[in-house]
């Protein structure tokens, strides 16, 4: 398996918005069926975008839509193995 490059630092979250899984999370969490009051407009620690390779994620996208394109079954989960995982609790891969 090919090493990755190691990703660049993420800039402060200063301006950006939460990142959409991890807004979920949080309503999800509240148990009030919304987002709670504490997560704003504006990304904190705990909601800012996680890192990933635009370029790796483009690849694995066009590679899984040009399998569907063709007729073919794409398989999801393989393709995105070496994707970081989104959900900020990874289970450990194995």
Do not use: C, H, I, Y
Not at 30 to 58: I, R
Not at 73 to 92: H, I, N, Y
């Amino acid at each position: 398996m090919p090493k990755s490059k190691p990703s660049q630092p993420q800039p402060e979250p200063k301006g950006q918005q939460p990142e959409a899984l991890a807004t979920f999370a949080k309503a999800a969490k509240s148990g009030e069926g919304k987002k709670p009051k504490t997560v704003g407009q504006t990304a904190t620690d705990d909601t800012k975008p996680l890192p990933a390779d635009p370029k790796k994620e483009e690849a694995v996208a066009t590679n899984l839509l040009n399998k569907a394109a063709k007729g073919k079954k794409p398989d999801p989960a393989a393709a995105t193995r070496d994707l970081p995982d989104r959900t900020r609790t990874a289970k450990p891969k194995g």
